[in-house]
């Protein structure tokens, strides 16, 4: 078994042919995501979040490069791989039982009929409604169950909590959690609220203008950067991501290289504070951090 | 069995809220020698953690010789804080000592001082050397 989720090679997707109105989406890409991690996909509108999830699930071809999932194509590793789209798409005539018996007969060697069924308990969801009835948040606790059921090892979710009230989001998260530490599955998810994603993302991946900007396990992201404020200086030689000036003061996201000078005040960001930096600054820097091996204790 | 509260403003990293509330757990005696930890899949499912998180504060909890992990069954405390019960018989013994203090007519403060000195006697140099999470 791989220990490989996704690995993007010069991945690229451009929409529209080669005309003038062709759109490149994605370009470049490079990246590991091993196994078992739930990774943020973050980034502006239009950073290429939504093309980099339907290529790694085999829904869009790349017109450039490759990605490889689970150790084969996205094609290949499709009865392994859920993908929850950010529109929903379900049956709008069909009942919530009935979309939940689709999945078990799409799915028939894998379907965990007790999470799916669960899930949809837990938002009170009538088995007898018709999914057009619903609203835009059970939708997606539908969709979720139908993911869920399906128990991949792969699950792929652009923007999943957008439309859910905040003790939906907590649950449906809380769910997803408990599915990743029960079967180890890998979880990318989509998501503009950066600080809705701290603590339960272990894994960054930062997109800006169809490129990677920042990739990596979070800690050792949140690790290789520094918040650092004092007076106005030379910040030599850090490489300086973000600064701002107010008056005398220096404010500054850095990645050091060595110790940060005297009379500067450091401190590790927040993984919303490095983000937002990042989105403020769309010229800084790339970077890729690879994973340390797994500690041997589990 | 211990419930988990997770304050992400706290900037107290999470893993380190989840050892500290252990151990508090530990010194009340909310958790004794033999109890089960929450699975991180429970732990997780009601905090929406990440479960990495959860198994990093074990693994923290378990160098520290407070918990074991045994294979296939969960996470047990292996011993507990605080290693003076309010039911031992320590106490209980410096209790009649503090019985016939009195009555030898000794006040708080002599109590205090003399016992302030015993303990200078038997643990010398220990102040403030106790974990103070």
Known sequence: ?298 | MVEYRIDRRSGVATYVQIVQQTKQALRLGLLRPGDKLPTAREVVEATAINPNTVLKAYRELEREGLVEARRGLGTFVRRSLGSAPADSPLRAELDAWADRARAAGLERDDVAALLTSVLDQHFPHDHGKGDTT
């Open chain 1, 1 to 298: 078994m791989t220990d490989t989720a996704i690995e993007a090679a010069g991945l690229g997707r451009t929409f529209g042919g080669r005309g003038r109105r062709s759109r490149r989406a994605l370009h470049g890409c490079d990246f590991r995501l091993p196994t078992g991690r739930v990774c943020a996909l973050a980034g502006p509108n239009g950073a290429g979040k939504s093309t980099l999830l339907a290529l790694a699930a085999g829904l869009l071809r790349p017109t450039e490069g490759t990605v490889t999932v689970l150790g084969t194509t996205p094609a290949a590793a499709r009865e392994q791989i859920a993908y929850v789209a950010q529109d929903k798409p379900l049956h709008p005539q069909l009942t919530v039982a009935e979309t939940l018996r689709m999945g078990r007969d799409l799915n028939p060697r894998r379907w965990d009929a007790a999470t799916a069924g669960r899930i949809v308990a837990d938002g009170g969801l009538a088995p007898d409604a018709k999914v057009r009835t619903l609203s835009g948040g059970q939708r997606t606790r539908v969709a979720l169950a139908l993911a869920l059921g399906k128990r991949p090892r792969l699950l792929l979710l652009d923007e999943p909590m957008a439309d859910l009230d905040p003790l939906a989001r907590h649950q449906l998260m809380g769910a997803l959690m408990a599915d990743a530490a029960e079967h180890g599955t890998t979880v990318v998810m989509s998501s503009h609220v950066i600080a809705e994603l701290e603590g339960s993302c272990d894994h960054l991946l930062l997109l800006g203008g169809g490129r990677v900007r920042l990739a990596g396990p979070v800690d050792d992201l949140l690790a290789a950067h520094a918040l650092v404020t004092g007076p106005h200086g030379d910040l030599a030689p850090h490489t300086v991501v973000e600064s701002r000036v107010t008056g005398r003061q220096l404010t500054a996201l850095v990645r050091p290289r060595g110790p940060v000078g005297a009379g500067l005040t450091s401190s590790e960001p927040t993984l919303e504070e490095l983000v937002l930096a990042h989105l403020r600054a769309p010229d800084a820097p790339a970077l890729t951090l690879t994973d340390a091996p797994e500690e041997a204790a589990a």
